[in-house]
């Protein structure tokens, strides 16, 4: 089992950037398949983007890019010209297999990313 931690959300203004990260606190995370989840108060979990080995992907916007840094042990998830619609909490999210949008197992406890307007 992995423990994944999410950190880097805040309150940015429209517009505005915040880049989260993603670690784990007993493995390494560079052996998994890591994803990046938000969900926003009344609406479905979304899948945002992923690392698979070393390709990342972030097919929700071309706001958002997935990159991970192996030497540093860190998944990232690069979130530009934000909007109120991008508030919600973003979860990191860990599994083996190169499948990225669903089926993982191991979740963090999430980051608050609040965008003003």
């Known amino acids: 089992q992995v423990h994944l931690m999410e950190s880097g959300g805040g309150l940015v203004q429209t517009g505005g950037s915040l880049r989260l990260s993603c670690t784990a606190s007993e493995d390494t995370i560079n052996s998994y398949t890591v994803g990046w989840f938000r969900r926003a108060p009344g609406r479905e979990r979304e899948f945002l983007g992923a690392?698979?080995?070393?390709e990342c992907v972030a097919p929700y916007s071309h706001r958002f890019t997935a990159s991970r840094d192996n030497g540093k042990n860190v998944v990232y998830l690069q979130m530009s010209s934000l909007w109120p619609t991008d508030t919600a909490v973003y979860y990191c999210?860990?599994?083996?297999?190169?499948?990225?949008?669903?089926?993982?197992?191991?979740w963090g406890q999430g980051t608050q990313v609040t965008v003003s307007d």
């Open positions: 690392c698979v080995e070393n």
């Open positions: 999210a860990a599994k083996h297999g190169i499948r990225y949008d669903t089926g993982y197992p191991y």
